[in-house]
């Protein structure tokens, strides 16, 4: 059984960091594609990055470019954003999926990822 279990939200001033951990188990394989997605306020979900051992791809959103990295623990395939010069426009429940399939260029479209975490919420405000 696949799960996904994501950890690390919070409250943050404008302008400071968080660091959202995303661990995935139960894949045959050792190489899957873990995605960040997240959901603000009254919005519908947005992909902010992601990680492929399947084809070496990481990609970010134009929103978050230069300011997130997303990185890989091999020892133990942890994913982590870090997350850097928060806004409050960043304020969302983020959520870690993962996949089996490689994804490409439709790494941010949430409905081709079958495994979900629960959700934590990030919150950016003074």
């Known amino acids: 059984e696949v799960q996904v279990v994501e950890s690390g939200g919070g409250w943050v001033q404008p302008g400071g960091s968080l660091t959202l951990s995303c661990a995935a188990s139960g894949f045959t394989s050792d190489d899957y594609a873990i995605a960040w997605f997240r959901q603000p306020p009254g919005k519908g979900l947005e992909g902010v990055s992601c990680l492929s051992t399947i084809d070496g791809r990481i990609d970010y959103a134009d929103s978050v470019k230069g300011r997130f990295t997303i990185t890989r623990d091999n020892t133990n395939g942890t994913v982590y954003l870090q997350m850097n010069s928060l806004t409050p426009d960043d304020t969302a429940i983020y959520y870690c999926?993962?996949?089996?399939?490689?994804?490409?260029?439709?790494?941010?479209?949430?409905?081709?990822?079958?495994?979900w975490g629960q959700g934590t919420q990030v919150t950016v405000s003074s």
């Open positions: 999926a993962a996949d089996p399939l490689p994804k490409e260029h439709g790494w941010h479209l949430y409905h081709l990822y079958d495994y």
